[in-house]
């Protein structure tokens, strides 16, 4: 039984254009770069996060007006509520 030849792929120019780029990865499969020696499997480094996960319990009321300023503001729930846990706790800590 006669084994498929590896074909040889060419190497792609740094300074290609966009549309170069394109052609070349629609026309070559990840697999077949990787095992052509073309790419180059890289690891992904974790950090440790710097924030902690906080649960706490608010009436609804309170939550909906949150949800108004925070919507009002153009900001995540979450991150309004943080920005003023973070400011009063320094004018806490100043005073």
């Not at 939550?63 to 846990?85: C, D, E, F, H, N």
């Amino acid at each position: 039984m006669a084994q498929k030849a590896k074909r040889s792929i060419s190497v792609l120019d740094r300074h290609a254009s966009y549309e170069a780029k394109a052609r070349y990865y629609k026309r070559h499969s990840t697999q077949e770069l990787l095992s052509a020696g073309r790419l180059e499997e890289v690891g992904v480094r974790q950090y440790p996060r710097k924030t902690e996960m906080l649960s706490l319990r608010i009436e609804k009321r309170l939550l909906a007006q949150l949800k108004q300023v925070a919507k009002k503001k153009r900001l995540p729930l979450s991150t309004l509520i943080r920005m003023w846990l973070a400011k009063h706790s320094q004018e806490e800590q100043a005073a």
